[in-house]
């Protein structure tokens, strides 16, 4: 129990690592882009701007962002969307890009007006129609409110997916079994029972002991997984791959394809470009 424990710990750590690294790349990214369009737009309309401006006012919005990241990343491992607490989760955070964009707004004004002081010896003020002003930007933090929760959402996903693969190999080195995810379960396969399997979308077509199964995984990793358990494979085709030890005979045909009759029975169609793989 100490260990899942500390397995999901660590896991939600390199989750907001990654997010906030990305996510701080991306928005000095978009800052810098829309301080170069002000300074451009300003040019066209033939405006003397002093360049430090915009500058001053997208950097300073990027770093109050920066700044209230972790927050959203705490409250967002807190209040995650699942399939089963969607709504509630919808709801919440709903509330919480609005407390974001207020906390953006104030440390914004913040920082822009210690900066308009100490840089360009100038005051600053934010508010001219109140209500209109935060109505205003709180449309604008919207959008990286919830591409952060995105980000967390979808990185999460692929971390797990991660950790699966990693324990799923690690049984096929120490134990020669196969676990693979078909739906909604888990099937267990002695990987040596393997006759072919066969890239079906999604999925893989798996023909072991008599039996057909559809395993949501790609046919690469499955030949990594066939590897590690010590079972002799051969990619026949992009889309088939055989246990050597169960392959009975090999013919060719005449456009330089070959077939391959299985112990089971079935006939695979090799492609040439994989035929010295079978040799």
């Given amino acids: 129990m100490a260990a899942d424990l500390t397995g999901e710990a660590a896991l939600e750590r390199r989750v907001a690592r990654r997010v906030f690294l990305i996510m701080t790349l991306f928005l000095i990214a978009i800052g810098v882009l829309n301080a170069l369009g002000i300074l451009t737009e300003a040019q066209r309309e033939g405006r003397v701007l002093d360049p430090r401006v915009p500058f001053i006012l997208e950097l300073t919005s990027v770093l109050a962002m920066v700044a209230l990241a972790p927050l959203v990343i705490l409250f967002e491992r807190r209040v995650p969307f699942t399939a089963e607490t ?16 207020l906390l953006h707004i104030a440390l ?4 822009r007006t210690a900066a308009f ?9 934010f508010f001219t129609d109140l209500p209109t002003d935060l109505l205003y930007e709180y449309r604008k933090d ?43 379960h888990t099937i267990f396969l002695d990987a040596a029972s393997l006759d072919w399997a066969s890239a079906a979308g999604n999925y893989v077509e798996i023909r072991a002991n008599g039996a057909t199964h559809l395993a949501r995984i ?5 030949e990594q997984l066939l590897s590690d358990a010590g079972v002799d494979v051969a990619r026949v085709h992009r889309s088939h791959l055989v246990n050597r030890a169960k392959v009975r005979e090999i013919a060719p045909v005449r456009d330089g394809d070959f077939t391959i009759r299985m112990a089971d029975g079935s006939e695979l169609r090799g492609s040439r470009r994989y035929r010295q793989e079978l040799a």
């Fill in 142 to 184: 919207i959008f990286p409110y919830s591409v952060l929760i995105l980000m967390l959402g979808l990185q999460r996903s692929l971390e797990e997916h991660r950790r699966e693969a990693e324990a799923a190999r690690a049984d096929a080195r120490q134990t020669g079994k196969l676990t693979l995810k078909a739906g909604g």
């Fill in 218 to 222: 790609s046919l690469a990793a499955l």
């Fill in 86 to 101: 969607w709504r509630s989760a919808l709801l919440w955070h709903a509330l919480g890009s609005i407390a974001f964009s």
């Fill in 108 to 111: 914004f004004i913040v920082l």
């Fill in 117 to 125: 002081a100490l840089i360009l010896g100038l005051s600053y003020s």
